[in-house]
């Protein structure tokens, strides 16, 4: 199976032309900016234009029009909406953790964090676990930024796969013993799109 994953795009995903092939697309958060529904209605009807078979996404800490939206009525059979949900697709449990600042700071994450299930095969968060593809410098040189609770839940899972952003200027992907690591933010931490979406393969 392979799988195109992108991420923070921030109103720029119509600017991404000539998207690789793949069986399914993820988007792991900040589609908008500003956060505004106007954003997301734009995001959403290009994301469910594209011709990939299957199609999911979440939400990021830019995406605020989202908290608390756990469904989104409307959408194409083929495209999904991850708020601490999954979707079982060609026998693999995709599991999606939105990033919402509310969350972090009543400690309601690390409950969402807590409870993805045992059984997730490709894990979708905005943040990255502490310690991979996290690495930025906000004036205090580079720093791990991921989240620690993210990454002990990991340790406790068989996933084949996390993929998440967030993290601008940590772009890349790396495996990790039997786990492969995206961060697939296409654009840089000044906003511009530098970055291309990443390819890869699962079995």
């Not at 994953?5 to 032309?17: R, V």
């Not at 996290?134 to 990454?151: R, V």
Request: glycine fraction near 8%.
């Amino acid at each position: 199976m392979k799988i195109l994953h992108l991420s923070d795009t921030h109103s720029k995903h119509k600017e991404l032309t000539d998207l690789p092939e793949a069986d399914i697309i993820v988007h792991s958060g900040d589609f908008t900016f500003a956060g505004s529904d106007e954003e997301a209605y734009n995001f959403m009807n290009w994301f469910c234009s594209l011709s990939y078979k299957h199609k999911i996404f979440i939400a990021g800490n830019h995406d605020m029009c989202m908290y608390r939206a756990d469904g989104i009525e409307g959408l194409p059979n083929n495209v999904h909406y991850l708020h601490n949900t999954g979707v079982v697709i060609n026998g693999k449990k995709f599991y999606g953790v939105p990033l919402f600042m509310e969350d972090r700071m009543d400690g309601q994450l690390e409950t969402f964090v807590h409870d993805i299930p045992d059984d997730t095969d490709v894990l979708i968060t905005h943040m990255p676990p502490k310690g991979i593809c996290d690495l930025a410098d906000y004036g205090k040189g580079l720093i791990h930024h991921g989240d620690a609770s993210l990454a002990e839940r990991i340790k406790s899972l068989n996933i084949c796969c996390n993929l998440f952003g967030h993290e601008h200027d940590a772009y890349g992907k790396t495996i990790i013993g039997s786990v492969i690591y995206s961060n697939a933010c296409v654009v840089d931490s000044d906003y511009n799109l530098t970055n291309a979406p990443i390819t890869i393969e699962i079995r």
